[in-house]
């Protein structure tokens, strides 16, 4: 789960660097990517970025749709919160810390949930999903990234312990949680590309209103 004591130290410990070195491998320009892909709208949203690492993926949402309304950042290493905080605070208006997992988060309702490489770190990605869903707006989009099998994955493995999930297995997690996926690509270039897939959810039908 994504409260377990010694992943959180790990984050901690690589909160300082964790920026530049997923910079390096070309994360932060596949965010920036994937947001003008799902050509998501900030003005006036409410946004969670679940599992915010040193919020990366918060400022290429804002650098991409410009600002929202207020965004929140939730991770379970304190360290990682703080470095979030203090690299988004001169370009959003309303910045909320929460040093929290996934499965402690106070249920709130966001326009928008991004979420890279969080529920590979749960026992059940289902689960992961259901807590996904409780924050999410009935018209909300949740932005998800997820690791998928490949050889380059299981170096990442030795250090962070993640689970890999192709991508037709997630999609039968995100159906049987009653949520609905509206488009799903892999990444252009770089190790994005090898590693990781790409996910923009909704309700399902009968969840909306």
């Not at 600002?67 to 910045?95: C, F, G, K, N, Y």
């Not at 890999?164 to 770089?190: E, N, S, V």
Request: charged share 15%; net charge positive; with cysteine.
């Amino acid at each position: 789960m994504t409260t377990d004591a010694p992943l959180i130290q790990s984050y901690d410990q690589a909160a300082a660097k964790w920026r530049s070195k997923i910079e390096g491998l070309g994360y932060t320009a596949a965010y920036r990517w994937l947001v003008d892909q799902a050509g998501l709208q900030t003005g006036g949203a409410s946004v969670l970025d679940a599992g915010c690492g040193t919020g990366d993926f918060a400022r290429a949402l804002i650098e991409v749709s410009g600002r929202p309304a207020s965004v929140t950042l939730l991770d379970p290493s304190a360290e990682m919160v703080a470095t979030a905080a203090r690299s988004l605070a001169h370009i959003t208006p309303d910045i909320r810390p929460l040093i929290a997992g996934l499965e402690n988060a106070t249920q709130t309702l966001h326009d928008i949930v991004l979420c890279a490489h969080v529920i590979e770190h749960f026992t059940d990605p289902r689960a992961a999903l259901h807590l996904l869903k409780r924050q999410l707006a009935p018209n909300g989009r949740l932005l998800l990234i997820v690791s998928k099998p490949h050889w380059c994955n299981w170096i990442i493995w030795v250090r962070w312990r993640h689970r890999m999930i192709k991508p037709a297995r997630m999609q039968q997690h995100i159906a049987t949680t009653g949520l609905y996926c509206l488009w799903d690509a892999g990444f252009p270039a770089g190790p994005p590309s090898r590693s990781s897939h790409a996910y923009l959810i909704t309700h399902a039908q009968k969840d909306a209103t």
